[in-house]
């Protein structure tokens, strides 16, 4: 991803924005810090969240796509997703973040970084 910014610093941006705002971003696996891919785990109400990945799009720019199992209430699921994930790929980093539009604070931080 020549050209944009160190996936630690885009990481750090974007729990500094969620924390100030009022909500809670903490890092579960911590990757590679200059080019590490992001999986997000949003928790916009209770009970239920969601999966988003990081991926370079058909066009050359970072977008977001939905991954992991298809229950959002199915907590244990999703935590054995990232988990095998990260197995698989140790630089990738799980992000999680709890506030309300966290889609939103994530796309304004980490794909226009």
Same mark, same amino acid.
């Given at each position: 991803?020549?050209?944009?910014?160190?996936?630690?610093?885009?990481?750090?941006?974007?729990?500094?924005?969620?924390?100030?705002?009022?909500g809670?971003?903490?890092? @579960?696996?911590? !990757?590679?810090?200059?080019?590490?891919?992001?999986?997000?785990?949003?928790?916009?109400?209770?009970?239920?969240?969601?999966?988003?990945? @990081?991926?370079?799009?058909?066009?050359?720019?970072?977008?977001?796509?939905?991954?992991?199992?298809?229950?959002?209430?199915?907590? !244990?699921? @999703?935590?054995?997703?990232?988990?095998?994930?990260?197995?698989?790929?140790?630089?990738?980093?799980?992000?999680e973040?709890?506030?309300?539009?966290?889609?939103r604070?994530?796309?304004?931080?980490?794909?226009? !970084?």
């Amino acid at each position: 991803m020549s050209g944009s910014l160190p996936t630690a610093i885009l990481v750090s941006a974007l729990l500094k924005r969620v924390n100030d705002a009022g909500g809670m971003g903490m890092v @579960r696996a911590r !990757g590679d810090a200059e080019s590490g891919t992001i999986l997000l785990i949003l928790n916009e109400e209770p009970g239920a969240s969601r999966l988003l990945e @990081r991926v370079i799009g058909v066009h050359g720019k970072p977008v977001f796509v939905a991954t992991g199992p298809i229950d959002a209430n199915d907590a !244990g699921a @999703r935590d054995a997703y990232w988990r095998r994930r990260r197995s698989r790929d140790p630089d990738l980093w799980v992000i999680e973040l709890d506030i309300a539009s966290a889609e939103r604070f994530a796309a304004e931080t980490i794909l226009d !970084g």
